[in-house]
Structure formats: C-alpha cells, structure tokens
C-alpha cells in the first residue's frame, strides 16, 4: 500500500470509484481508495439502479443528463456494457397530475426527450397487460432504464487502477490524523497513509467518519427491501423500467427476461437502522404485500414466484439530496454523502464534478453549489415536488 497519497477516498461504492476514476483521469492519480470490505459491497450493491430523469430540481435533472451521457460510453471508454436504455415509464396517481404537468414542462426546457402518453398507449406499447385503473398521467423516457451496478463500478475501479490510482479492498480507514484543522493523514488496519487530503464516501458509514473530524451530518440510514420474481413463462417479458406512483411499486426487467427486480417507492415509512447491525434480510410481510401490489396492476404476474430477496440502506439527507462539498472549517476535506435512495443514476456525473472541485477548486461539468453542505443552516434546501427518493 501506498504510504503517501494526494488524496484518499474512503468508500468503494458507485460514488467513490468515479470520483477516483476522474481524479485519475484529471491527473491526480497518487490517490488511494480504501474500502473496507469489497467494491459496491454497501448500497450500490443492493441498488434497482433504475436510471430515470424525471426529477423537480435542476441540478438532478442536469447530472443524471450527464450520467447518462457516461453510461452510455461504457463500451468505448471502459471496454463494458453497463447501461440497458430500454426506456421508463411512470405511472403518476389524480392527486400529484399538477406537480407532474409542471415537471414535465421543466425538464423538457431542460432538454430530457420525455413527453407523455395514454395510458392506453402504455398498455399497447409498452407494458401489456397493465390495468389502468387510478393511472392518471404517463411520463415516457426512450433513453433511460437500468444499469448494472457491479459493472459499473468495477469498469470505473478498473480504469482508474489503469491511470494509476490504488484500490485497496478489505481496507477499513480506522480514523483521520489532523494537526489542527489539517488532515496529516488515514490510520487503516494496515498501516498509515499520508495525505493531507480525504473525500467521505463511506455511504451508510459516512456520518461515522465525519464524526472524527468532529463534523455532525444531517443523515439518516434507512433498512430498504427489494425482491426478484420470476415470471410466468405465458407472459411476455416486461421491457421497460417502471416508476409506479399510483401504488408505490417500481420494477424493472433484469438480463434475464424471465425475472423482474421489485421495491416500493414513496411516500411510505423510513425504518431507521444502524448499518452495522440490521436484518439484510427481506420481511414476509414485505414480500406479501409487494406481489400483492404488483399482480393487483399486472395480473399475469401473479403466477410469479419469488426466487430472491433482501434489505440494503439509503443514506438520507433532510432534503433527499446528496451533499457534495469541501467542509469548510477542516482543510481539504470533502464530503460526497447522502445518496438518498436515488444516487446510483447521478454517481457517473457527481464523481466527475467532485474531481473537478478538488482539482479546479470548482465543478465545471455541472454547477452543484446547490448541493453544498450549507443549505441546511440557511434555509436553501432543494425543493421536491413528489417527495422521499422520487425527487
Ligand atoms: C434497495 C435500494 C434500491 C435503490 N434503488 C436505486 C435506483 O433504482 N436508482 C438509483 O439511482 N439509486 C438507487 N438506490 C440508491 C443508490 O444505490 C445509492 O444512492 C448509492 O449506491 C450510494 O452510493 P455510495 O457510494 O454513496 O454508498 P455505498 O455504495 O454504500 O458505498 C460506501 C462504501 O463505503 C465503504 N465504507 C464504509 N466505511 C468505510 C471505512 N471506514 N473504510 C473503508 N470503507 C468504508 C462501505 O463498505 C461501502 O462499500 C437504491 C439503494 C438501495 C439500498
């Protein structure tokens, strides 16, 4: 291991290997990754990765634009497939038909290729056997859909080792040496690392690192449940990504065309939890109550059966926003924290505007001053017009 570095990240998730990729690729690549147990083994590893763009604040709608736009590069710039646009489609219920007729306009002035349709269109091209019933706006989206979250992270791990930058596995950073209000260095359980730059990107954990610097995060974990079905072999295979308001369901199709990832979305009751110690295992009820909701809406799914299930963590900020941003009381250290349940989609973009921070003192790719760790003291959070993780 590296026993001096320009900056070490801590956190092996989707946020913290694209941030270490475009370090690298901006030129610093004297920078170590430390994770403690293996890359996207946190919340990126248990994440749908749905990749919508259907958001109601700018900066979201801008980085997932961008992220896509990465996604989308895999092949060439990573050598790996990682992004299925298979398009996503969202179900919105009478009650938020306003909020949903804003945002449309919106991202639409944004430049997001979203427009809506019929609810009988969805049905005869999109999802048969849908029943329409409560369904009282579609969005379409053509190029989102989902993404695979190990290839992700892995084809940016790879690259970023490629340029220069160190990955150490099975690594925990065990505290932060400071003289001051510098960083000196990161005490691992191998040793130390000088630096006097560190980027938290440790997820469900990131309030236990800021904790040794002696910051207070406004976060909070919380216990999320999915479910793989397999579907009936009578039934054509779904095709697209599904945000589903009307019952607080989303799926998507998998590579396998024979299963479908299920969860539930909001509004709906967090479950606090500490990460080090919660049931990673899904409830019957939960399992109960989501086949239920899901043959409710597609009958021909309810000769599916559940062939897995389990419960990962969103790492929730007041507003649902991720907080990126250099601290300002301690030199040289930044947070990337905060993913909320949504942030796989934006990780591509967010790790590239945090390597411009760090190296440029600004982003330049996207501006996310909105996103700055301030906004919680002086009243400026960004505003959602759905709620929880829909944005
Ligand atoms: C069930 C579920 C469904 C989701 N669905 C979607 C979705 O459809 N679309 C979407 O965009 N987002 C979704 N998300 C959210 C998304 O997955 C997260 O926002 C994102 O993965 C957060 O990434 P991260 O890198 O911040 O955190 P993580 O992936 O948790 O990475 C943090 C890493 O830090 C490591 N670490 C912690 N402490 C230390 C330490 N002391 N030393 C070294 N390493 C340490 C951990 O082991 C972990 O690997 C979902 C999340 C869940 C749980």
């Not at 649902?320 to 934006?346: C, E, P, R, T």
Request: aromatic fraction near 8%.
């Amino acid at each position: 291991m590296r026993s001096t570095a320009d900056a070490v990240i801590i956190g092996g998730g989707c946020i913290g290997v694209s941030t270490l990729y475009y370090l690298a690729k901006l030129g610093m690549n004297n920078v170590v990754l430390l994770e403690k147990a293996s890359l996207a083994s946190g919340s990126t590893g248990d994440s749908a990765a749905i990749v919508r763009q259907h958001y109601s604040n700018e900066v979201s709608v801008r980085l997932v634009m961008k992220s896509i736009e990465i996604l989308r590069s895999f092949p060439e710039e990573f050598g790996t497939e990682v992004f299925n646009s298979i398009g996503w489609i969202f179900l919105v219920p009478p009650s938020a038909q306003s909020s949903f007729v804003i945002n449309m306009r919106r991202l639409q002035k944004l430049g997001v290729r979203t427009w809506e349709i019929s609810p009988q269109e969805v049905v005869l091209e999109h999802i048969s056997g849908l029943v329409l019933d409560d369904i009282s706006k579609v969005a379409y989206e053509p190029d989102s859909g989902y993404a695979d979250p190990h290839s992700t992270v892995l084809g940016f791990a790879n690259m970023a080792r490629h340029l220069g930058a160190e990955i150490r596995v099975n690594t925990p950073a065990t505290g932060i040496i400071m003289s001051r209000n510098k960083i000196t260095g990161v005490k691992t359980n191998d040793g130390q690392i000088s630096t006097s730059r560190v980027i938290n990107a440790a997820g469900p954990w990131a309030q236990e690192i800021a904790k040794w610097v002696g910051l207070d995060l406004p976060l909070e974990v919380s216990r999320e449940q999915e479910m793989m079905l397999r579907i009936s072999p009578n039934r054509p295979s779904l095709q697209r990504s599904v945000s589903n308001m009307v019952d607080q369901t989303y799926f998507r199709p998998t590579r396998d065309p024979s299963t479908i990832l299920v969860g539930v979305g909001h509004p709906k009751k967090n479950e606090l939890v500490n990460p080090d110690s919660y049931n990673t295992h899904a409830d019957n009820t939960f399992l109960e109550d989501v086949s239920n909701r899901i043959s409710r809406r597609i009958p021909d799914f309810s000769e599916s059966e559940i062939i897995s299930s389990w419960a990962g963590l969103y790492t929730i900020t007041p507003d649902w926003n991720m907080i990126i941003d250099k601290v300002q009381d301690i030199k040289d250290f930044y947070l990337a924290v905060g993913g909320s349940g949504h942030s796989f989609k934006l990780s591509p973009a967010i790790g590239q505007c945090l390597a411009e921070l760090v190296v440029y003192g600004e982003a330049l790719t996207v501006d996310i001053t909105s996103l700055r760790a301030g906004r919680f003291d002086d009243n400026t959070t960004l505003q959602s017009t759905y709620g929880g993780n829909r944005g």
